[in-house]
């Protein structure tokens, strides 16, 4: 350290100190180091195009990574690929090499790019269109999604050489308008599937279906295009690839990209009160570490896992630093920023005039940003895979980079932050799909009926395909004449199924301090605890004051505001049984399975103070609540549950029940942990008994209760398998969950819950 | 029974709402082995391809379709060119009328036309032609029928063809690889000046509306189009050829009534005594049909009546009339009509202000009379203050007035200019400055 400034004179110096600083030492759990990597190159292939090769020599790459070349050899075999690498690794080449390379042979030939999200597909346009402009060829690239102007979408129909989306447009506009994609379909060679870790659960589902959907159309164009996927690292990623595309697909992990020396420190916030156990906040932690690295100069990200969150961590680094930096320099980066904003945002961090940012983990994807140098989460970001990708934000080079991961006090930061080995040996998670799921097939066998009408001994998903065209067919949706079925309905099917939970129409904010300007959108759910009333509305910390808003036209008019506090809305659910469909009784237990509605409705905010986080007030929210009608499944216990147990007990043991039963119902039903929501309530409204439900999480649901239904005895079977295995002394996150949320007999009491259901199965069985 | 035929059938009981009945009952009248086709006056067309059922219904010259004969679209046809984009030359039996029955909305893959109506003047009579499928496979049959008749003509005439039959039509030949063979043929969308004909004075442009409002067609029983596909569904269910007798008499009289629109658009362009009797806003529309088209005989004709017409009904379309000349670059006939306007409509308590600033305008900057022009930017002034004291605190007349001020100012300006040079009079005494203090 530099005695006179009190600063560090690199990020190299300030990780070698840190270790020893009063202020931070006892804090840090433990320091996790990962060494530097060499950069493993390999010739550009023999056949790449010279006027190709000259772009990169000029940009003095000289030669590719392994992984890189690699992919490229396996693709000119004629292989579908999936590359996986981390963030910063020159993934995009790998796709990218290959397709340019094949529209300078053939200019007839055309790619597809898919993409999770709008403002990826953006990123890659320009991103392919910098190498086109150097290449001085006419490679057409260009985005189709919602924002592309109607004048613009004939052109790029006919002329595109790459046309750039997302699936959800595939779905509701390219596919069922094919016939004027005629050119794209006959010529189509690639498929770009970036991101493919994403497409995963009920939205993966839906996802491979229109893969299926989009291979039927090329097959009737006489095209058979060739896959190229990429994803972050995940446990699964060849068995992912190959369920989503249901083909065979080669692997690409050996990453050849160098990395500099990585330090991941936890860090645990110092506990204040020793009495109760409460430790200071993992905001404003987070916020030290972060003003201390960009006091140090050094480029930082911030991920934070609210948007409130981001907002407000925005606002108090701004105000730490504004003697070194201007406003300016350190930015907020969330899904409510309009887009033009994001790209400002992106391009600062890029060139290095953003010092600092802070982000939801809408930067987790593959947004350029260029590489940073340090980056501090503001909590467990709730798996492996992001803890990594987040981190992964970090790390040029050449050169150290650091991470912290600041505990928060929820039990799940607590665990992984004293058990760092539970962190650091597992392996990600795995991504699931069940494309099959019948209610999921069904909708999409419809699409593919109004597209094309199906031929006998077509495949599509499974083995079914025939008696759900029957079924289709008596339903009076298609229409048969001898082997083939039509599309015989009304409606355009692609406008009633929605390939994601979360509805997609937003609410806009409206700036009224002069004139009136829309500086930001919130979504459907977000809108009532966000910009309710009287709530404070922080943007790119900011902070203004909700006046009105317009519910029914989605419309939150605000006014800048300078004051003290942040609003924080409480948000009430209920879950409601509204019919029972299917039910079963044993001696200790019975199970039941119908339609709920979950309710969700935003009661009161409270005003809370910077930096003391005090309450100072609080009112009324007045808005309608959201309504969720889905089906669940649900089973209680007997009354005399509680004969021997007190009611503490009870409520850890369902807790702790509940948490071993959200690992397993995903490996079921092939879903994500997100598409499934398990609740204990010590006494339901509707049994009156110690009940735990199961329900899914979209709207009308998908089926993956009714499975579950299905297999109850096997679920619990599996439950109690999984306790008795797991090694850790007294419940861990792997099990029933930390210590510090199911307390320190957590294990012990569901186990013996759960032997309750057990005994009565064995003679159930004999029945 | 398979454990997937159960979860479906699952699935049906819950799904299905009210109509399951109804559903049973039409499973079980089993469809009539010979269809007769006769009962709705269709016969079967066979061809290499297949089969499909064709309706041919022959109208001769004379008859009279709501107020006109047929026949007076024969050797009228050319001055339909005016309504499309690039002239080209049209003869009353090159022209293919053509509009189409689907079963559904919009342009995607799934929506099926299953009937294709089309009409044209033969040299006695006039043909509608109507192609129906009895069920999808028979399509591919009825699309190289029609790809045969395209041959024959010059021009496609329709009603909203542009964005729905035709796009949709040519779907069809997409998905069944074959080849569309109309690309020769201009296409003349009516839709279009229908609305912009039509766009104030009838509150909707459906071809059935516009029919009954202004071609004296009367539809009797007429199913609407948008029943169309549940009877086809039905028909596809029952088979019974008598469910779609309505749909057919449907189309029949949409092929017919684009046939008299056609001959009521022929009209306007010559027919002076048809211009006495539409409505004011008609005649001013079909005015600037013909300025655009530069048609000058017809817009002085239209023109002059327009104004003799609206002196006495409505004075406020001097405003654009004026307009028109202005940028026909004829401003003395637009400084005829402000003033006059201004004659007409002075007296009103509200009125539109832009006559006095354009009359200013023109006294400023050609005929550098700044006396005038300041007269009419005060006249301009006083009606907008007596609007404000009409209306609520209005944004839009606070910047009105700041502009008609500005030009004011200005103008008194160059006034004094004017005035000290010629005369170097030594006190002119300055016009007062009205206060804004609303």
């Known amino acids: ?767 | 029974m398979s454990k997937l035929k159960n979860r479906l059938n699952r699935l049906k009981k819950t799904h299905a709402s009210s109509d399951i009945n109804e559903k049973d009952q039409v499973t079980s009248s089993q469809p009539s082995e010979v269809e007769e086709w006769g009962g709705v006056g269709a016969v079967t067309e066979t061809t290499s391809y297949g089969s499909f059922i064709k309706r041919l219904i022959k109208i001769p010259f004379h008859k009279k379709v709501g107020f006109y004969p047929l026949s007076q679209l024969v050797d009228k046809a050319e001055v339909l060119c005016h309504l499309q984009a690039s002239e080209s030359n049209i003869q009353h039996d090159k022209m293919l009328f053509f509009d189409t029955e689907t079963t559904g909305l919009g342009i995607g893959t799934g929506n099926v036309p299953f009937m294709l109506g089309i009409g044209y003047y033969t040299k006695e009579e006039f043909v509608v032609e109507q192609l129906f499928i009895r069920n999808p496979s028979e399509e591919l049959a009825m699309l190289t029928y029609m790809n045969e008749k395209f041959q024959q003509f010059t021009h496609l005439v329709s009603y909203n063809g542009k964005t729905f039959d035709l796009p949709l039509l040519k779907n069809r030949f997409v998905l069944h690889r074959k080849t569309y063979e109309g690309e020769h043929l201009e296409h003349l969308d009516l839709l279009y000046p229908a609305r912009s004909l039509w766009r104030n004075t009838l509150t909707t442009c459906k071809l059935s509306y516009v029919e009954h409002q202004r071609l004296g067609i009367h539809r009797v029983d007429d199913v609407p189009g948008s029943m169309a596909p549940t009877l086809y569904f039905k028909y596809l269910s029952e088979k019974d050829p008598n469910i779609m007798a309505d749909v057919f008499r449907h189309n029949e009289i949409d092929i017919v009534t684009l046939a008299v629109l056609s001959i009521y658009f022929t009209t306007l362009f010559e027919d002076t005594e048809l211009y006495k009797s539409i409505e004011l806003d008609e005649l001013y529309r079909l005015c600037l049909w013909f300025n655009k088209m530069e048609l000058t005989d017809q817009f002085q004709q239209v023109y002059e009546l327009l104004i003799k017409r609206a002196t006495e009904e409505d004075p406020n379309y001097f405003i654009p009339l004026a307009m028109i000349f202005k940028k026909k670059k004829e401003v003395e006939t637009s400084v005829f009509l402000w003033r006059e306007f201004i004659e007409l409509q002075g007296h009103q308590r509200m009125i539109n202000t832009e006559p006095y600033i354009e009359l200013a305008k023109y006294y400023e900057h050609r005929k550098k009379d700044f006396e005038k022009a300041i007269y009419y930017t005060k006249e301009a002034e006083q009606r907008v203050y007596q609007r404000i004291s009409f209306s609520r605190r209005d944004n839009k007349y606070v910047e009105t007035i700041k502009e008609i001020q500005k030009r004011k100012t200005r103008l008194e300006r160059k006034w004094m200019n004017k005035q000290e040079k010629r005369e170097k009079m030594d006190d002119v005494s300055h016009p007062k400055q009205i206060q804004i203090n609303i």
Not at chain 1, 147 to 156: G, K
Not at chain 1, 451 to 480: A, I, N, R, S
Not at chain 1, 692 to 708: C, N, Q, T
Request: charged residues 25%.
């Open chain 1, 1 to 767: 350290m530099n005695r006179l400034t009190g600063k560090f004179d690199s990020l190299h110096d300030l990780i070698a100190e840190l270790k020893e600083m009063p202020q931070f030492k006892p804090q840090i759990t433990h320091w996790h180091t990962i060494p530097a990597r060499e950069a493993k190159y390999a010739e550009f292939p023999g056949q790449i195009h010279n006027k190709l090769k000259q772009v990169f020599l000029d940009r003095g790459i000289a030669s590719l990574y392994t992984h890189q070349a690699e992919s490229f050899g396996e693709i000119v075999k004629g292989n579908h690929v999936v590359t996986v690498t981390p963030t910063a690794s020159g993934k995009t080449l790998c796709y990218n090499l290959p397709v340019l390379q094949r529209l300078l042979e053939d200019d007839s030939a055309r790619a597809l790019y898919m993409f999770p999200t709008k403002a990826l597909a953006q990123d890659q346009v320009a991103e392919v269109n910098e190498i086109v402009n150097q290449l001085e060829m006419d490679i057409k690239a260009y985005t189709y999604d919602g924002d592309t102007a109607p004048t613009a979408r004939q052109a790029i129909r006919n002329a595109g050489h790459i046309v750039v989306t997302n699936p959800d447009m595939l779905h509701s506009a390219i596919l069922p308008h094919h016939t004027k994609w005629v050119k794209l379909f006959e010529n189509l060679q690639f498929i770009v599937i970036d991101e493919l870790h994403t497409y995963r659960g009920v939205f993966g589902s839906h996802v491979a279906n229109v893969l299926r959907r989009l291979k039927r159309i090329c097959n009737f164009y006489g095209s058979n295009p060739q896959f190229i996927c990429t994803s972050a690292t995940i446990a699964n990623p060849k068995e992912h690839a190959e369920r989503l595309l249901e083909q065979k697909v080669s692997l690409i992990d050996k990453n050849g990209a160098p990395a500099g020396e990585k330090h991941v420190v936890f860090y645990n916030p110092p506990v204040v009160n020793q009495q109760l156990g409460i430790r200071r906040s993992s905001v404003l932690e987070s916020q030290k570490l972060a003003s201390l690295l960009l006091k140090n100069g050094i480029q930082t990200i911030v991920f934070a896992r609210s948007r409130v969150r981001v907002e407000i961590l925005l606002t108090y680094l701004q105000d730490q630093t504004k003697n070194e930096f201007g406003a300016k320099s350190i930015r907020g980066y969330r899904g409510g920023y309009l887009p033009k904003q994001r790209r400002e945002i992106e391009r600062g961090l890029r060139n290095g005039e953003i010092r600092g940012v802070v982000s939801t983990n809408a930067l987790e994807l593959g947004i350029d940003i260029g590489q940073l140098q340090a980056c501090v989460m503001n909590g467990y970001p709730g798996s492996i895979a992001s803890t990594w990708q987040q981190s992964g934000r970090a790390g040029r080079r050449q050169e150290s980079s650091l991470t912290f991961m600041v505990a928060s006090s929820n039990p799940l930061d607590q665990y992984i932050i004293q058990n760092p080995k539970f962190f650091f040996e597992a392996t990600p998670e795995e991504a699931r799909i069940e494309a099959d799921n019948l209610l999921i097939l069904i909708d999409h066998i419809k699409c593919a009926a109004y597209e094309l009408p199906f031929e006998k001994g077509e495949t599509f998903g499974g083995e079914t395909l025939l008696e759900v065209l029957e079924f289709l067919t008596e339903e009076k949706v298609l229409h048969q004449v001898e082997d083939r079925w039509y599309w015989m309905e009304q409606s355009f099917p692609a406008h009633n199924i929605s390939l994601r939970s979360a509805a997609q129409e937003n609410f806009i904010i409206i700036d009224m301090t002069e004139g009136s300007r829309v500086i930001g959108e919130v979504d459907r759910f977000s809108a009532p605890t966000l910009i309710h009333e009287e709530a404070i509305y922080i943007h790119e910390g900011i902070q203004f004051q909700v006046e009105k808003l317009d519910f029914e036209e989605k419309k939150a008019f605000v006014r800048k505001v300078d004051v003290d506090y942040f609003t924080d809305a409480n948000l009430a659910v209920q879950l409601k049984v509204l019919q029972v469909d299917k039910q079963a009784e044993t001696k200790t237990h019975d199970l039941q399975y119908g339609e709920v509605t979950v309710n969700a409705k935003a009661t009161f905010f409270k005003k809370i103070k910077y930096r003391t986080h005090e309450n100072i007030g609080s009112g009324p929210i007045h808005l309608p609540e959201e309504e969720l009608h889905t089906s669940a499944y649900w089973f209680s216990f007997a009354e005399d549950i509680l004969e021997n147990r007190s009611k503490n007990d009870l409520q850890f043991a369902l807790l702790g029940l509940s948490n071993v039963l959200v690992h397993i119902a995903p490996l079921y039903l092939m879903c994500d942990p997100m598409d499934i929501r398990v609740v204990p309530q010590v006494k339901a409204i509707h049994t009156k008994l110690p009940t735990i439900f199961f329900y899914d999480r979209y709207p009308g649901g998908v089926g993956l209760s009714e499975r579950l239904y299905d297999v109850h005895h096997e679920l619990i079977q599996q439950a109690k398998e999984l306790i008795q295995g797991c090694t850790c002394l007294s419940g861990c996150p792997a099990c029933v969950g930390p210590i510090e949320e199911v307390g320190l007999a957590g294990k012990e009491l569901a186990l013996e819950l759960l032997s309750t259901l057990m005994i009565e199965n064995n003679t159930d069985s004999v029945h």
